[in-house]
């Protein structure tokens, strides 16, 4: 580094320390980088890039920006795959020899962000820990501005990785090599990710010393290193104490409904398929929680369904009580409304980040406590009672920062204004100091108007000069010669001091100076002694993060008129008008129409047969959504439903394909087959929408008949399957446990109604081409099609294999004996060639609807009237006929 300037060689030596990090070097009110940082953060921030002389013959590339809005800056960088290593000076200046020292405080990556926008939201922002042992994946999963620490364990299996991974959706990855290659398969590289690897024999000691109160003798190996190699990494890139990272929340993928990565999706559970938003998915419409806490622990229940029956029935007798109690709902609801995200409060508390402001609100979420209490125990439900006693109220801590804190204090801590007038008697002497100072200033401003008959003389103030009298030009002549002393000279005046003024402000500056220096201290010692209370304040969080997330699940069930479902304790599923929550939601004001559902021992699959768009997607889906929604803890859109527990769902529902992985439609939806054919069990729901879709016709038949048949034979479990082949109905014949419902279609002389009411039997027909129609395609390719069918032609492949087949050279017969047949009449001419007619008349459409018309599977009313309206038809026309 020689050539280089002091500062310069000691940024390039912080620089060596973070080579893969974007280094913010602190330079008095400015973060500076230099060299090729300069010019990645120039362009990625759109700030102006200039030069800096560094010692050197050329001007090094240099940028920068303002350390009070860092902040801003940094979560840019990190959105865009960047780390950012903060370097800051580590000694006062006023002792230093030579540069100041200046050391990185800090290193910022996407899952260690403290500042993002998602910060600010009730989303997660997960890092997590991986390790691979002995045929078991261990994973670690923290979100650093919560507090939030999981962990788990279970098979190497891709989609037991897969699954865990997909409740997390971490932005970052710690592991060894091993590890993150199995995570990376299964997200496609979709976060960053870190090689890290914690020699075994220290484990201990880094696990002991981070969670002082745990037992890791009885966790399993794998569980205890992915933890330790995400401690040791937060620890090296936030060098500081985790002081709210105090708990580890282990536990089994067995306790909960394994939902895979298609299920999540075709349910549209958290976010919807078309543009994965969050609005249109069930999370969305049960998400009416008050904090933001409330919200992050809905979105993990709708996550991980309960296998625990009874941890289901505490949740459903807490919502129950909350459902029949409107009046004592709302006044929890105002309550939960005025508490702010502790969570985070207590995040920034322990990262010493929290401002006065932050301690303001912590107070007044407190302070709300109480009144939560008392609302819970006025309702008086078991589930409700025992959350309202677990709860600490942290009266203490809401005391003392009442007596401390001003009501209004500024942003920043070292602007002073943050300590309460009476709190601390030295503080208030001070003040007293710096008041009367100003008090004597301003006295001082007036004599010497007096003195010198200057009425525009006046006393300001600089922090390069300090205090100084100003003077115009025109009134210089007016001054005394001898006490003023000439201190600056601008245009069109001049500044002066006089002994007295030098003497005052010295005290008035050590004042104010000693003044926020000891607000500081004052703020920073009641800041870490809530600190250390970290753990009460994270107990008080997790208590009224579940009231809030079970009075969410209350409202929504109240105001949908959802009931209660109750529990088979067996096979069977039984709903009786069940609905899709989301689907009557979004379409408020039309109506829904409700289907029964029976899936027994007896009778565990349904295939369903039916047109296009008349609604078998929306029924399958309503099956598996009511099941999750009662494995939650909600009451459930059906009038009543007696679930079992389905330890597992498994969806192939519409058309998905995997183009960066070169799987067509069809290939992904063997796949899906292959993973339910692996891991389903006879608890599980298996929904199969569209089955055989994406290849010929005979083949997509066969392995449709092939799957249910296994699913039947082997799986036992229940099943919904749709599909289009309509000649798969016979199944019902052959496999004990199928039944065959189908959609029901009302057809009349203007065209056809779909009912969505699912009936039973098989349809006849897909209503394609009418699908069609009604999609906008134009009148030539509707007619044509039409005529097709109606025609009997075949599509123009398979009408020249009959063609060339009907060609080929017949074998010649061998001649017969003419038969003579006597008659007792003489034959009639044969009747003359009939002219060729055009369209059909309404007669014959009505024949030709009358001929497909299944009478069977009419009511009375629906057969009175297509039969009206069939005569309507013939009617108008005018036919003769």
């Not at 296998?307 to 929890?332: I, P």
């Amino acid at each position: 580094m020689a050539g280089y300037t002091p500062m310069m060689e000691q940024y390039l030596s912080v620089k060596a320390e973070a080579r893969d990090a974007l280094l913010f070097f602190r330079l008095g009110d400015f973060y500076e980088m230099f060299f090729e940082d300069a010019l990645t953060a120039s362009r990625e921030l759109e700030i102006t890039l200039t030069g800096r002389g560094a010692g050197q013959e050329e001007r090094v590339p240099m940028c920068g920006v303002p350390y009070h809005s860092a902040e801003g800056y940094i979560a840019r960088l990190i959105e865009k795959g960047y780390k950012v290593a903060i370097c800051e000076q580590v000694e006062d200046p006023k002792s230093a020899k030579g540069v100041v020292r200046r050391e990185i405080v800090r290193i910022v990556t996407p899952g260690t962000v403290m500042e993002t926008k998602a910060a600010q939201e009730a989303t997660n922002n997960f890092i997590v820990g991986s390790a691979e042992r002995g045929g078991r994946f261990g994973l670690a999963a923290c979100d650093l501005t919560t507090g939030e620490l999981y962990v788990t364990s279970f098979g190497t299996a891709r989609e037991a990785v897969k699954n865990v991974l997909n409740v997390y959706k971490p932005v970052e990855a710690v592991g060894d090599e091993a590890a993150l290659a199995m995570i990376r398969e299964e997200t496609n590289g979709s976060f960053r990710s870190v090689v890290c690897t914690v020699r075994n024999e220290d484990d201990t000691a880094v696990l002991a010393s981070q969670f002082p109160d745990e037992r890791w003798d009885t966790h399993e190996e794998v569980r205890r290193i992915a933890v330790a190699r995400l401690i040791a990494y937060l620890g090296e890139t936030q060098k500081r104490s985790l002081g709210h990272l105090r708990k580890v929340k282990a536990y089994d993928p067995e306790s909960y409904m394994a939902l895979d990565a298609f299920t999540r999706r075709n349910l549209e559970l958290t976010e919807t398929v078309r543009d994965r938003s969050r609005k249109g998915s069930l999370l969305w419409l049960l998400d009416r929680t008050r904090t933001a806490m409330g919200a992050r622990l809905l979105k993990r229940w709708v996550d991980q369904p309960l296998l625990d029956r009874d941890a289901v029935s505490r949740r459903l007798d807490a919502v129950e009580a909350l459902h029949g109690d409107w009046m004592r709902r709302e006044e929890l609801r105002a309550e939960l409304g005025e508490v702010y995200d502790l969570e985070r409060l207590v995040g920034r508390i322990a990262y010493g980040t929290a401002n006065a402001r932050d301690l303001n609100a912590l107070k007044a979420s407190l302070d709300r406590v109480p009144a939560i209490q008392a609302v819970c125990r006025d309702i008086g439900a078991a589930p409700l009672l025992q959350l309202a006693e677990g709860m600490d109220a942290c009266a203490d801590i809401a005391d003392a920062i009442r007596a401390a804190i001003s009501e209004e204090p500024p942003v920043s801590v070292r602007e002073g204004g943050l300590i309460r007038p009476g709190f601390d008697p030295k503080l208030d002497a001070l003040r007293e100091a710096s008041q009367n100072g100003k008090r004597w200033i301003a006295e001082l401003e007036r004599q010497e108007r007096e003195a010198t008959g200057i009425k525009s003389l006046k006393i300001g103030f600089n922090k390069v000069f300090g205090y100084y009298l100003e003077v115009t030009r025109a009134n210089l002549g007016s001054l005394p010669e001898g006490r003023y002393e000439r201190k600056q000279t601008l245009a069109n005046a001049e500044r002066f001091v006089t002994p007295e003024l030098k003497e005052k402000e010295a005290l008035i500056l050590e004042a104010e100076e000693s003044m926020v220096d000891l607000e500081y201290e004052t703020f920073v010692r009641l800041r870490d002694g809530i600190a250390a209370q970290i753990p009460r304040l994270q107990r008080l969080a997790e208590g009224l993060s579940a009231l809030d997330a079970l009075q969410s699940l209350a409202e929504v069930s109240a105001e949908r008129r959802y009931n209660r479902p109750s529990w088979s304790g067996g096979y069977d599923l039984r709903i009786e008008d069940g609905r899709h929550p989301v689907v009557e939601a979004v379409t408020e004001g039309g109506s829904f129409i409700a289907n029964h559902t029976a899936l027994t021992q007896d009778n565990s699959i349904l295939l369903i047969t039916g047109p296009n768009m008349a609604g078998k997607s929306t029924y399958m889906r309503q099956v598996a959504i009511i099941c999750i929604m009662a494995q939650i803890g909600c009451f459930v859109p059906a009038k009543s439903a007696v679930l079992p527990f389905v330890d597992r769902i498994f969806t192939r529902i519409g058309a998905a394909d995997d183009l960066v992985g070169g799987q067509s439609t069809f290939m992904v939806e063997m796949k899906d087959i292959q993973v339910m054919t692996d891991q389903a069990t006879d608890r599980s729901l298996v929904i199969i929408d569209e089955l055989g879709r994406g290849t010929s016709t005979e083949e997509g038949m066969a392995i449709a008949q092939a799957v249910i048949e296994y699913v039947h034979d082997h799986i036992r479990c229940k099943a919904l399957v749709s599909t289009h082949f309509h000649e798969l109905a016979h199944l019902e014949d052959s496999l004990a446990s199928l039944s065959n419902g189908c959609m029901a279609v009302k057809e009349s002389a203007d065209g056809v109604t779909f009912l969505r009411k699912l009936v039973p039997g098989a349809a006849d027909s897909s209503y394609g081409i009418y699908c069609a129609q009604l999609a906008g395609l134009p009148d030539t390719i509707v007619r044509r099609a039409y005529s097709l069918i109606e025609g009997g032609q075949r599509p123009a492949a398979k009408a020249e294999r009959e063609t060339a087949a009907a060609s080929a050279p017949a074998p010649v017969p061998a001649p017969q004996a003419e038969v003579v047949q006597l008659a007792m009449f003489a034959p009639e001419p044969p009747p003359a060639d009939k002219p060729k007619r055009g369209a059909p008349s309404a007669h014959e459409k009505v024949m030709e609807k009358l001929r497909k018309l299944d009478v069977m599977r009419m009511t009375p009313l629906q057969a009175l009237e297509w039969l009206n309206d069939a005569k309507n038809q013939i009617t108008e026309s005018g036919d003769p006929s």
